[in-house]
């Protein structure tokens, strides 16, 4: 029997990265190692990397210099401990991080972790080593299960990479050089996947991948299947009330996925859109395949089949020649929609990506006034969407206990947190909660008879 050993995963980045931090500490369960949350305790840290936008790598090595620090005191005290570097950061410079950094001992891309393992053993024993091919297993086959008790541990949401990579090349965008070509996981694989989370008491689930709903896996009958079909296939498993699926192209929004919306109940009316500016002529130098049109259309069509969808989006600002105009379409559309919430971003150039050689970048000066300038308009549309809440009982999925005594958190279906007092046998339950009050991240509220009504969600111009 070896000796129990600690690992702690440090992840920075999307869910994806959540998702794989979470798949690394499974397979590495069955070689001894047990989660900890402190970096010191740890005989294995693995730092989940990010490379969206800048200062990814300059973030990484202070990181690692950090790291060096608790191996140097570990090794003062006869104990040895190992630095890995994964995810896309690793994906992208490969070799260069044992290069500059003495103390990584393992380097291993997005796609290779399921060797991890093997390689772990090998780096005990003194090697180096640096694993950044896209392999040709598929990784999720090599990858270990968690157990019951881990996945109790994790809560009762849960996140499944159904798909990964994408083939789109948005001019200014990382993914698809450190994610590979899109993939995506066959039906039977990932329901059997559900099907064990819910048995260990998994409510709700989030299918994930970078482009979701370009979703083409492998279906019982053996022709590639939608999104809407996986879903309507996972509604059927039960324990599973709740179902969400994450990022969303607008290229993508087929018209039986939309449907889905109109006719799954467990299909929660929240759906993450990014839609990165509302002029087209960004849009064209993003090449993103859609015009502020189409954008339009899709939500028009969604919203066709259930009123209260709430929509999300992301934004990026002073993307190169990016014009006053060009940013005023950007504030005009969100006024369009009405957005429950977006997340925002000043344009960073990538290395190797044909934005960053765009002649016409715009001055950070620039480019940060007018996120702020954008952010303004989010931060009302929020605080609109949450506000037209009070008064209203929606259905709440009761997660964890909050901070004070007898207090639970739990989410409504359009994913805002909700305090409430309830008893702790209810985490796991869906109750009506009567919204009471917002905060700034938080809706407060109390646990209601009864029947939930859905809001009339009308943000639009707010
Ligand atoms: N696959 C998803 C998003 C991936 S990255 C999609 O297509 O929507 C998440 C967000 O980061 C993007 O939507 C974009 O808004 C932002 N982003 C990506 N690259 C960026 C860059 N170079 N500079 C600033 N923001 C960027
Ligand atoms: Fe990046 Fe565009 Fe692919 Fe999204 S669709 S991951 S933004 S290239
Ligand atoms: Fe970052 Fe890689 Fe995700 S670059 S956003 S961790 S796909």
């Not at 047990?34 to 294995?44: F, I």
């Not at 996945?151 to 698809?176: L, S, W």
């Not at 996986?230 to 059927?236: F, G, H, K, N, T």
């Not at 028009?300 to 009123?307: G, M, N, P, Q, Y």
Request: hydrophobic share 40%.
């Amino acid at each position: 029997m070896n000796k129990p050993r600690k690992v702690h995963v440090k992840s920075f980045g999307c869910q994806m990265n959540v998702y794989d931090s979470n798949r690394m500490a499974d397979s590495l369960a069955g070689a001894g190692f047990s989660e900890t949350a402190q970096a010191a305790d740890a005989d294995l840290v693995i730092l989940n990397t990010c490379n969206i936008r800048e200062k990814a790598v300059d973030k990484l090595y202070s990181e690692i210099g950090r790291m060096r620090e608790l191996k140097e005191e570990a090794a003062a005290q006869g104990r040895q401990m190992l630095i890995a570097v994964a995810g896309c950061v690793a994906q992208a410079e490969g070799q260069e991080i044992t290069r500059r950094a003495q103390a990584v001992d393992v380097v291993v891309g997005s796609q290779n972790y399921h060797r991890l393992p093997g390689m772990i053993a090998r780096a005990q024993a003194g090697e180096r080593i640096v694993d950044t091919e896209f392999p040709v297993e598929d990784r999720f086959d090599a990858l270990a299960a968690p157990t019951r008790e881990v996945i109790a541990k994790r809560g009762i949401a849960a996140f499944v990479t159904v798909q990964e990579g994408c083939d789109k090349f948005c001019t200014f965008c990382v993914v698809p050089y450190t994610r590979g070509a899109e993939v995506s996981r066959p039906v039977e694989k990932i329901a059997t996947e559900v099907e064990r989370l819910a048995s260990a008491g998994v409510r709700e689930v989030t299918l994930i991948g970078q482009n979701v709903n370009a979703y083409h896996g492998q279906g019982a009958d053996g022709r590639p299947a939608t999104l809407g079909q996986l879903l309507r296939r996972l509604s059927d498993v039960p324990g599973i009330v709740r179902l969400r699926y994450t990022t969303s192209h607008p290229c993508d929004m087929k018209d039986d996925l939309i449907a889905a919306h109109g006719d799954l109940p467990a299909l929660m009316p929240y759906v993450h859109l990014p839609v990165q500016s509302g002029s087209d002529r960004m849009l064209a130098a993003m090449n993103r395949r859609h015009t502020r049109r189409d954008y339009l259309d899709v939500i028009a069509r969604l919203r066709a089949v259930r009123s209260d969808l709430a929509f999300t989006s992301d934004f990026i600002v002073g993307f190169p020649g990016e014009t006053e105009a060009d940013f005023r379409a950007t504030l005009t559309l969100l006024d369009e929609v009405g957005f429950a919430c977006a997340y925002s971003f000043a344009y960073s150039p990538r290395p190797g990506t044909p934005a960053a050689d765009m002649a016409t970048q715009i001055p950070p000066e620039e480019q940060s006034e007018r996120l702020q300038r954008l952010q303004a308009v989010i931060n009302r549309q929020w605080r609109a969407f949450n506000a037209s809440f009070i008064g209203r009982t929606v259905e709440v999925l009761l997660e964890k206990p909050g901070r004070l005594p007898g207090q639970l958190v739990g989410k409504t279906p359009y994913l805002q947190t909700v305090q409430v007092m309830a008893r702790p046998e209810l985490i796991g339950s869906l109750v009506p909660v009567a919204i009471t009050d917002t905060g700034t991240n938080t809706l407060f509220g109390a646990l209601a008879e009864g029947k939930t009504e859905m809001p009339a969600l009308a943000t639009a111009g707010a």
